[in-house]
T-cell receptor, first 113, second 113 residues
Framework: DVKVTQSSRYLVKRTGEKVFLECVQD?????MFWYRQDPGLGLRLIYF???????EKGDIPEGYSVSREKKERFSLILESASTNQTSMYLC????????????FGSGTQLSVL | AQTVTQSQPEMSVQEAETVTLSCTYD???????LFWYKQPPSRQMILVIR??????QNATENRFSVNFQKAAKSFSLKISDSQLGDAAMYFC??????????FGDGTTLTVKP
């Protein structure tokens, strides 16, 4: 079965720190996504990638960047963490096009103090 | 652009009874897919059911079925014979063929013993 692994389940950082959230999938999927989940707001797409070294902005990219140097790994970077980036971050991957389901990691709860 | 609306932030159902979760969507795509995902307290998001928009027949998966009304852009989820393990947050999602998924705000389902 596909496994999507997020490196941390809980993370506490200080305002202004540079934060890296790592996501690795083991099924050779082309497509990878980063979402943030906030109560009452559902899942909002931050960035996605259809291939290595390729990235596209989602609906809320401000304050974030991403890196995809290898097919299996998709990193989300908070260049200078702020308190309004306290949230649950979910990584997902998918093989193929839109009809295929998303496979999700178990999330990273990030607190920025 | 796509939007997904779940108008019920919370729902509750008695064990063994039936419950219906509502979802409406809007998309400019002619080819798209609709999903219901479940997120239990473990935070691991899993697929419940999928509907291809070009198919008129409503999808079913064991106790889970959908009522897909394409003209009304409605995609509700019916859970029959509810079980305690069905308690979770449920997300409706619309995915274009190009692959971007838009999620609703979620409905928290409580199952009463």
């Amino acid at each position: 079965d596909v496994k999507v692994t997020q490196s941390s389940r809980y993370l506490v950082k200080r305002t202004g720190e540079k934060v890296f959230l790592e996501c690795v999938q083991d099924m050779d999927h082309e497509n990878m996504f980063w979402y943030r989940q906030d109560p009452g707001l559902g899942l909002r797409l931050i960035y996605f990638s259809y291939d290595v070294k390729m990235k596209e902005k989602g609906d809320i990219p401000e304050g974030y960047s991403v890196s995809r140097e290898k097919k299996e790994r998709f990193s989300l970077i908070l260049e200078s963490a702020s308190t309004n980036q306290t949230s649950m971050y979910l990584c997902a991957s998918r093989g193929g096009q839109g009809r295929e389901k998303l496979f999700f990691g178990s999330g990273t709860q990030l607190s920025v103090l | 652009a796509q939007t997904v609306t779940q108008s019920q932030p919370e729902m509750s159902v008695q064990e063994a009874e039936t419950v219906t979760l509502s979802c409406t969507y809007d998309t400019s795509e002619s080819d798209y897919y609709l999903f219901w995902y479940k997120q239990p307290p473990s935070r691991q998001m899993i697929l419940v059911i999928r509907q291809e928009a070009y198919k008129q027949q409503n999808a079913t998966e064991n106790r889970f079925s959908v009522n897909f009304q394409k003209a009304a852009k409605s995609f509700s989820l019916k859970i029959s014979d509810s079980q305690l393990g069905d308690a979770a947050m449920y997300f409706c999602a619309c995915t274009s063929n190009a692959g971007k998924s838009t999620f609703g705000d979620g409905t928290t389902l409580t199952v009463k013993p």
